[in-house]
């Protein structure tokens, strides 16, 4: 059901009855390393290019979380996911092993959310059982496709940010145990001129503002509502820049209330400069993290806001801004879980 | 020209950019100056150590233990990054691992492992060279330049 101008409010509850986490080694020595159900040591994973690694990442993550509902992947209708590198090769590839009708998606970092609400909405409206959603990043192979090559050794700025290496998915059913999906709120693209492809958490802060603003005014919730605003990938600057957006507009988010991924996946002192982020960032915090603890009862309510940065490395170079977006998707504990 | 941006850019987000300025980490340029002189000092101490080691040991002069020398430092940074070190050293010392011809070596033999994936001919072959061309291209350009100037002055001032 829409309501407001860009809010969806799904009274079905769709539930994520699982979900499935994998990460790398540099994640492995972060901040949640038990939150995941795969952890690599070795980033090739025994690949031989970071693509290929990047695709069995999100492969693992689907088949951990189909595994762990005990059902054959036959029963799922759609795997909805996209990600960062050429074309979503590493997606389209992994939808091929997984062998299940697809919607490629880009919205960058902001992809994670982006299928969530559509899978959601899908679901919501009978249009499907159940739905894979989910997405995957690898740094590597992130550094190859928007900065320089991986050993190359040019200095990054403070403002820079880590791709993280992983994969998260959810399996969205219309029945069962588990968190539910209340509402989405679908972002616009808001680009504030920024150039600078090194201060990503700068250019996307002003898309978290507006998604966030808009989601509270046509919900008419009090911040307070949730237990936390969490944020995809901002890392430092941009949740410092948001936060300060945020009350600006007379929006009473409180710094406790308000956290990003891309500073809970990592350990203060690890080398990701500003902090963490891609789409696996948004998608292994909140699979994993966040829907532990929703189902622990620790809390009951969250708001997740991805943001992506949708700029390409030829439009950086034609001297384009980055033009930005977040999606954002409220998840409660339901009356069914545990 | 960024100034003539800024120009064509709404008020809106002129504003936001000097509110977002204000929460940007600015680079540590004073700590980064120092580094890259001590990093970068040391890598040319390295090479003097080198160029001294061709000129005593073998019969090398002055003038011509240059190529050898570079040839040596830029075979150790080919070491260096692929066992994975110098981008390390690169994020710290900035500047100091760029300049030195260690860090065109770094430039070139990062960009060629990086592209191996993709075959020998398009991948390595035709991207070898992606951060390092602009260097040659305008390198023999100027070099190109200079000696037009020098030529034309000889010529016409007798010298």
């Not at chain 1, 809010?7 to 979900?19: D, M, Q």
């Not at chain 1, 500073?263 to 915090?285: K, N």
């Not at chain 2, 090479?47 to 570079?70: D, K, S, V």
Request: proline share 4%.
């Amino acid at each position: 059901m829409l309501i407001g101008h860009r809010t969806w409010l799904f009274t079905n509850k769709p539930v994520i009855a699982s979900t499935g986490v994998v990460g790398g080694p540099f994640e492995a020595r972060g901040n949640i390393p038990n939150d995941f159900d795969i952890l690599h040591d070795d980033t090739w994973l025994k690949q031989d290019s970071f693509e290929k690694a990047q695709q069995i990442l999100m492969e693992e993550a689907c088949q951990v979380a189909v595994k762990k509902l005990s059902m054959d992947k036959e029963q799922v209708q759609f795997f909805i996911s996209g990600d960062l590198i050429n074309q979503i090769t590493p997606t389209n590839f992994a939808a091929k092993t997984i062998g299940i009708p697809y919607f490629g998606l880009f919205s960058a970092c902001a992809t994670s959310m982006e299928s969530l609400a559509l899978s959601a909405f899908i679901i919501n409206n009978n249009g499907a059982n159940y739905i894979l959603s989910g997405t995957a990043s690898h740094n590597s192979a992130a550094e190859r496709q928007f900065r320089y090559p991986t050993e190359y050794g040019g200095q990054k700025p403070p403002t820079a940010q880590w791709t993280a290496t992983g994969a998260g998915c959810a399996l969205i059913a219309k029945e069962g145990k588990g968190p539910v999906i209340t509402s989405a709120t679908i972002g616009k693209v808001v680009d504030m001129g920024i150039t600078d492809p090194f201060n990503m958490g700068g250019a996307m802060a002003p898309a978290a503002v507006d998604t966030i603003t808009t989601h509270l005014k046509e919900k008419n919730v009090d911040p307070s509502y949730y237990d936390y605003i969490i944020t995809g990938d901002l890392a430092h600057i941009g949740r410092e820049i948001s936060l300060d957006l945020l009350q600006k507009n007379g929006i009473n988010v409180t710094a406790e209330q308000y956290v990003d991924c891309g500073l809970i996946l990592y350990r203060e002192g690890q080398p990701v400069l500003a902090g963490g982020s891609g789409p696996a960032s948004s998608a292994i915090v909140t699979y994993g993290h966040f829907i532990n603890l929703l189902k622990k009862g620790e809390i009951n309510r969250i708001l997740v806001v991805a943001t992506g940065a949708l700029h390409s490395p030829l439009s950086v170079n034609q001297g384009d801004s980055i033009p930005c977006i977040a999606h954002a998707v409220s998840i409660e504990s339901g009356s069914g879980s545990s | 020209m960024a100034d003539k941006k800024k120009k064509n850019l709404p008020p809106e987000a002129q504003q936001y950019q000097a509110f977002q300025q204000k929460r940007e980490t600015k680079r540590p340029l004073f700590k980064n100056c120092l580094k890259a002189f001590f990093v970068g000092g040391f890598i040319c101490f390295i090479g003097q150590l080198i160029t001294t080691f061709y000129i005593y040991f073998f019969n090398f002069t002055e003038q011509t233990a240059g190529n050898p020398t570079t040839a040596t430092l830029i075979f150790l940074t080919m070491l260096a990054t692929g066992f994975g070190i110098y981008d390390r050293i690169g994020q710290f010392a900035g500047a100091g691992t760029t300049v030195p011809v260690t860090g065109f070596g770094n430039a070139v033999i990062a960009s060629a492992i990086e592209h191996r994936t993709e075959g020998f001919i398009m991948g390595v072959g035709s991207s070898m060279l992606k951060l390092a061309g602009p260097v040659i291209v305008y390198g023999v350009f100027s070099a190109f330049i200079v000696a037009l100037i020098k030529t034309f002055l000889t010529k016409w001032s007798g010298f």
